[in-house]
């Protein structure tokens, strides 16, 4: 099956500064969805991207199908940014299955 | 919007009884639902596909008789875990996938199971 690996595991960070996640795949996707998993569990979804760029807010992120990652951008980070970042993918030609990767814990400092 | 709801939150129960958990998609349809597991500090992992009116499709591993699922209309599906016992504690997590121009799945707030 498809592979999605992200980096890095985990990242601490002071307030204000900025970050990349990445993610890579393994093969072509139909979908990739960004999501953050707060304290509480639940996921938050964060961008459906799967090429090309788009921005909300302090966050954007992009794609780039062809080589087979995306990235997504925190700008100016705050304290309830912190949580995991989750990337997922459905393999194209594949079903609407989505497939994780094991996410990017963040935590933002005050 | 796009709003899931589980219910219930969190759930403790005694090693033996069965559990259900529901999954309602509130403001759109969804003729496809999951359900995931989450343990600690790890990934979600994908359980089961629910379709609207057809049997369930489970993933490798994942007993069909333990864990019942029910996708009897187009906003809700039920997870029951029979005869639950203390391994099967976890996260539970199901999603609804909203259709259009983009597949987009979209989470409820999990259920917390501890069975003792």
């Known amino acids: 099956g498809i592979q999605v690996e992200q980096s890095p595991p985990d990242l601490i960070l002071q307030e204000g500064a900025n970050s990349t996640l990445r993610c890579n795949f393994s093969d072509s996707v139909n979908n990739l969805q960004w999501f953050h998993q707060n304290p509480w569990g639940q996921l938050i979804n964060l961008f459906y991207i799967p090429s090309g760029t788009k921005q909300n807010g302090r966050l954007s992120a992009t794609t780039v199908a062809t080589e087979r990652y995306s990235l997504l951008y925190i700008s100016s980070s705050q304290t309830t940014d912190s949580g995991v970042y989750f990337c997922?993918?459905?393999?194209?030609?594949?079903?609407?299955?989505?497939?994780f990767g094991k996410g990017t814990k963040l935590t933002v400092n005050p | 919007g796009a709003v899931v709801s589980q219910h219930p939150s969190w759930v403790i129960c005694k090693s033996g009884t069965s559990v259900k958990i529901e999954c309602r998609s509130l403001?759109?349809?969804?003729?496809?639902m999951f359900w995931y597991r989450q343990f600690p500090k790890q990934s979600l992992m994908l359980m089961a596909t629910s379709n609207e009116g057809s049997k369930a499709t489970y993933e490798q591993g994942v007993e069909k008789d333990k864990f019942l699922i029910n996708h009897a209309s187009l906003t809700l599906s039920t997870l029951t875990v029979t005869s639950a016992h203390p391994e099967d504690s976890s996260f539970y997590i199901c999603?609804?996938?909203?259709?259009?121009?983009?597949?987009?799945?979209?989470f409820g707030p999990g259920t917390r199971l501890t069975v003792l």
């Open positions: 403001d759109f349809q969804a003729t496809t």
């Open positions: 997922a993918v459905v393999r194209r030609g594949g079903s609407e299955k989505l497939v």
């Open positions: 999603s609804a996938l909203k259709g259009g121009n983009t597949d987009t799945q979209y």
